[in-house]
C-alpha cells in the first residue's frame, strides 16, 4: 500500500526537530520521493515548570556540563542548511502553545505550514523572539487581514483541546521522542542523517 504522507512528530523547544525536518527533506529531494509532512505536535512532559524559567538556568539544568557541547554540535549542524542559530539571544523558556496553534489554524485553513513552521524555529533559535509573545507569530504572516484573523483566535480558547486531543494521539506513536517520522508502520526518533531516511523512502516506494 502507498503512503499519501509522513507524520512528523516536533517540539519548538528541540531545534533538532527543525534540523531533522530539514534532512528529511533533504532525503526526499535526493529519492524524488515526495510525500507531504503532517506536522504534529509533541510537547515536553515538563513544559509548565519550563515556562518563565531563565535559558541559561534551564540550559545547566537539562544539560549540565554538556550544555556548552550541546549547542555547539547543533551550531555546526545547523549550518549545512545555512542556519546560523545564536542561542546568546534567548533570554526565557517560552509557552509555545500560541505557536502550536498557530500552525493547527493554518493547517484547518487548507493553508501550507512549512514556510510558517521555518519561521517559527528561526524567530526563536536564530532571532532569540518570544514565541510566547501573538506579536512575535503575526509578523510571521503574510497578509494584514491574516494577520487580524489569527490575533482573534490567539485571544480565543479555540483549538486549545483539540492541540491537547491530538498531541496524545501523536504521544501514543512517538513516546515522546522528537523528532520522530511515522511512514506506515515504521517510527524512527532522531534528526537522524538523510542517507538513513533516503532507505527508508526508497524501501517505503517500493511497497
Not at 539571544?89 to 493547527?104: F, K, N, S
Request: with cysteine; aromatic share 10%.
Amino acid at each position: 500500500m502507498k503512503n499519501h504522507f509522513i507524520a512528523f512528530a516536533f517540539d519548538f523547544l528541540n531545534p533538532w526537530c527543525w534540523l531533522g525536518e530539514k534532512r528529511l527533506r533533504q532525503a526526499m529531494a535526493k529519492t524524488g520521493v515526495t510525500l507531504p509532512l503532517d506536522y504534529q505536535a509533541c510537547r515536553s512532559a515538563h513544559l509548565k515548570a519550563q515556562i518563565g524559567v531563565d535559558y541559561r538556568t534551564y540550559r545547566e539544568n537539562r544539560f549540565g556540563s554538556q550544555a556548552k557541547t550541546y549547542e555547539e554540535a547543533l551550531s555546526l549542524a545547523a549550518t549545512e542548511f545555512g542556519i546560523s542559530l545564536d542561542f546568546g539571544l534567548i533570554t526565557t523558556m517560552p509557552d509555545t502553545e500560541p505557536a502550536l496553534r498557530l500552525m493547527r489554524w493554518q493547517k484547518d485553513r487548507g493553508k501550507c505550514t512549512q514556510t510558517l513552521f521555518e519561521g517559527i524555529y528561526q524567530a526563536h533559535f536564530c532571532e532569540g523572539k518570544d514565541l510566547s509573545d501573538p506579536a512575535s507569530l503575526l509578523a510571521l504572516l503574510e497578509q494584514d487581514a491574516e494577520r487580524q484573523m489569527a490575533l482573534n483566535f490567539l485571544r480565543s480558547d479555540d483549538g486549545v483541546k483539540d492541540l491537547v486531543k491530538a498531541e496524545r494521539e501523536t504521544i501514543a506513536w512517538c513516546g515522546r521522542l522528537t523528532p520522530a517520522i511515522q511512514l506506515g508502520e515504521t517510527v524512527i526518533s532522531g534528526a537522524q542523517p538523510s542517507e538513513i531516511l533516503a532507505t527508508l523512502l526508497n524501501s517505503r516506494s517500493r511497497n
